[in-house]
Each structure stands twice: as C-alpha cells, then as structure tokens.
C-alpha cells in the first residue's frame, strides 16, 4: 500500500531549494526573471513544470482526434525520495487515473464538441487577452507581456504556424 504519510511536494520544494544555487549558477540570472511552469515548444512539444513536472508530445490524427505521448522528467541526481515524489505526485494529477488529468479530457472533449457547432465555426476564436502589452525583454533575451494572464504565447504560437504553412519554400521561413 501507498505510505501517504509522506508530503511530496514540500519533499520537492525543499529539493528545490537544495539546489537553487547550482540551477542558477548554470543557468544565469535570466532564471530569477521567470519560472516557467508551464509552455509549449513549438511546434508540438508541451510542459507542465508544476509538481507533476510532465512533458507531452502532441501528434495530430484528423480534425478532431489527437494522439497526446505524455511523460515525467525528473533529475537524474535527485534522491530516490524525490524521484519518488514526483512520481506519486505525476500520477495523482496527470497520470491515466489523476484528478487533473480526468478533469482536462471532459474540458478538451467538450471545446471539440462546440467547436463543431455552425455558430461557433462563423466567428474566429479571440486571442486578444494581453494585445498590445508585449514586449521585448532586454534583460530576459525574450518576448514577454506584461500581464500576467495574456494570450501572447498563442497568438505567437499560430503566427509561426500561419508563417509556415504560407511559404512556398524553407528559404521563405
């Protein structure tokens, strides 16, 4: 039986903190700018850093199906009781029986099913949260918004895509 006696996450925050120094020593001070938790790398690659710390490759198969690959990452220098704690974690929110996991796929089935919809399908979609609040971050080396919430990272996200799928060669790119 499972020991829930045991709190993974402080078990994780406290791993984390352990090794904050050397992150940030290898990783610069663009770190303390930014803590991604979740994104997607373009064009079908997405994390969700969170305690779960998941990555999930997206491969579509027709208009309305998606074959979603999803899997954990964990430092391979962890303790074997942090390993295990973001495994318990992974699998109580986004494995196959997790409560987040569960609760996205009837939010990601229903999004299909009104897509679908003669109304729905008459009007784009609006991604103007955040417009005309980004910029480029000096400091970071990046795009970024001011607003906390914003559909920046969409809104760049289908820009490339447009980009992509409009040029007649590679050398358009």
């Not at 709190?7 to 903190?17: K, L, M, N, V």
Request: hydrophobic share 35%; proline share 6%; charged share 30%.
């Amino acid at each position: 039986a499972e020991d829930y006696s045991a709190a993974p996450a402080q078990i994780i925050e406290e791993y984390e903190e352990l090794i904050r120094a050397e992150t940030l020593d290898r990783l610069g001070p663009r770190l303390e700018k930014m803590t991604p938790n979740v994104g997607t790398v373009f064009p079908h690659m997405s994390f969700l850093r969170g305690s779960s710390r998941s990555f999930r490759v997206w491969h579509p198969k027709g208009p309305d199906k998606i074959e979603v690959i999803s899997c954990q990452f964990v430092d391979k220098a962890a303790p074997p009781e942090v390993k295990e704690a973001l495994r318990v974690t992974g699998l109580r929110a986004f494995g196959p029986s997790g409560a987040l996991e569960q609760d996205d796929m009837d939010n990601w089935e229903e999004c299909t099913r009104t897509n679908r919809g003669a109304v729905t399908r008459r009007y784009a979609l609006n991604y103007q949260m955040g417009l005309g609040h980004d910029r480029f971050d000096e400091e970071l080396g990046a795009w970024s918004s001011d607003f906390r919430l914003s559909d920046s990272n969409p809104r760049y996200f289908y820009q490339r895509w447009s980009s992509l799928m409009q040029a007649d060669s590679w050398d358009q790119v």
